[in-house]
Structure formats: C-alpha cells, structure tokens
C-alpha cells in the first residue's frame, strides 16, 4: 500500500512500503547496526551519521549531516521507538529554526515465506512562509521516489 496519506497545509505524512527476500531478523540485525549506521545514510540527502553510543536504543542521538544542493545541514534524530522490528526518531535540525521537523519509522511485517515487509513513513511540517503553494506540491512529487530509493537500499543491503 504506497500513498500518501494526507496533505493539509504544509504538513505531509506518507507511507511506502516493499516486500524483502530476506528474513527479518537479517534485516533489523542491519537497520540497528549502531557503528555502519546504515538506516541513516539511506536517504539521498544524508551525507554522514554518527552516534557516539556502541549501540542504538531509545534516546539515543544520531548526528546526520544533510547535504541539500551546496548547503549543508546538521540535523541530530532522536530515536523515540526501538523494539522488535520497529525503529522510529525524530529528526531536527542542530541550530536555529527549523524549517522541516520531521519523523520516519521502519516496521519490519514476517510474512508466510521467510520474508518480511517493509514500511517506510515519513511525516513532517514545513515551516516556510508560503510552503504549501511552492515547496508542498513539487516535495509531494520528489517524497514518494526517496523512500521507494530507500526501501529498495535496505533490499540491497540484505539481499
């Protein structure tokens, strides 16, 4: 089921999700690897994570540099869920305003086959003057193929 949920203003939540071949305990062995950290250098615009703990559980800070175009964006996610096949954070940026507070959760479903599915969400609110007319509608284009590139990053790695 891939759609975006809603749009009200300048507030977007969407859902994308992906059938893996691989088992689901080989993949959230590889989302919650605390020192690769390959669930946050998914997405295309994070350029580097860190975390300063030997591993991830709820609390823990995740330093992801965003490289937007020539900018660069220092943004630090919180995880706020980690149990068995869930991990989810919220991400804001380190200094001053914020423009895009947002969250994103992974939840790994075993299916019948030896296999699982993923779903990816994202939600967030853009906090620009005007969003919703300029920045909304091209993002509701763009949102929906970086979680698919996502998705299909985690099939790759665990394949």
């Given amino acids: 089921m891939?759609?975006?949920?809603?749009?009200?203003g300048a507030v977007i939540s969407l859902e994308r999700t992906r059938i893996l071949d691989a088992p689901p305990e080989r993949v959230w062995s590889w989302m919650c690897d605390a020192q690769r950290l390959p669930l946050f250098r998914l997405n295309v615009f994070h350029a580097d994570a860190r975390c300063d703990d030997d591993s991830l559980g709820v609390g823990s800070r995740v330093e992801i540099v965003h490289r937007l175009g020539l900018a660069r964006e220092t943004r630090i996610a919180r995880i706020t869920t980690l149990q068995p096949f869930e991990i989810a954070w919220s991400e804001l940026k380190?200094?001053?305003d914020d423009w895009f507070?947002?969250?994103q959760r992974f939840?790994?479903?075993p299916d019948a086959a030896g296999g699982c599915e993923v779903v990816n969400t994202l939600r967030g609110k853009?906090?620009?003057?005007?969003?919703?007319?300029w920045l909304l509608?091209?993002?509701?284009?763009?949102?929906?193929?970086?979680?698919?590139?996502?998705?299909?990053?985690?099939?790759r790695a665990v394949g």
């Fill in 2 to 8: 891939d759609r975006i949920d809603s749009v009200k």
């Fill in 94 to 96: 380190s200094e001053g």
């Fill in 101 to 103: 507070p947002h969250s």
């Fill in 107 to 109: 939840i790994l479903r």
């Fill in 126 to 133: 853009f906090h620009v003057a005007g969003a919703r007319w």
């Fill in 137 to 155: 509608p091209p993002y509701r284009l763009l949102a929906p193929s970086i979680l698919d590139a996502e998705n299909r990053g985690i099939a």
